[in-house]
């Protein structure tokens, strides 16, 4: 599973940005996606899931800001992320949870990462 994300950059506080994630490549099924970041010095968080059976699970900074979406099914997802803060700063990574073939176990993938910066 290869993971292509897209649409990081550099924004003031209070502005926004629109991560998306695609998957392409040889697999059975990807059973959830979302995000991870990482901030200099931290360690990996999680962000947001969407998982095919429905349902998303924000981290509680996040929560009122950010918004996933996507298309499970498609291989797709997107996080659109309003009134940044400097705090959110961090490299941005898409992941996906799936299947290689129809009965093995799943695994996750990660993608190569994107940079975000919010300058205060």
């Known amino acids: 599973v290869q993971l292509q994300a897209s649409g990081g950059g550099l924004v003031q506080a209070g502005g926004s940005l629109r991560l998306s994630c695609a998957a392409s490549?040889?697999?059975?099924?990807?059973?959830?996606m979302g995000w991870y970041r990482q901030a200099p010095g931290s360690e990996r968080e999680r962000v947001v899931g969407?998982?095919?059976?429905?349902?998303?699970n924000y981290v509680d900074s996040v929560k009122g800001r950010f918004a996933i979406s996507g298309d499970i099914a498609k291989n797709t997802v997107s996080l659109q992320m309003n009134s940044l803060r400097p705090e959110d700063t961090a490299v941005y990574y898409c992941?996906?949870?799936?299947?290689?073939?129809?009965?093995?176990?799943?695994?996750?993938?990660w993608g190569q990462g994107t940079l975000v910066t919010v300058s205060s």
């Open positions: 992941y996906a949870r799936a299947r290689r073939y129809r009965y093995s176990g799943e695994t996750d993938y």
């Open positions: 490549g040889s697999f059975f099924r990807i059973n959830a």
């Open positions: 969407i998982s095919s059976g429905g349902g998303e």
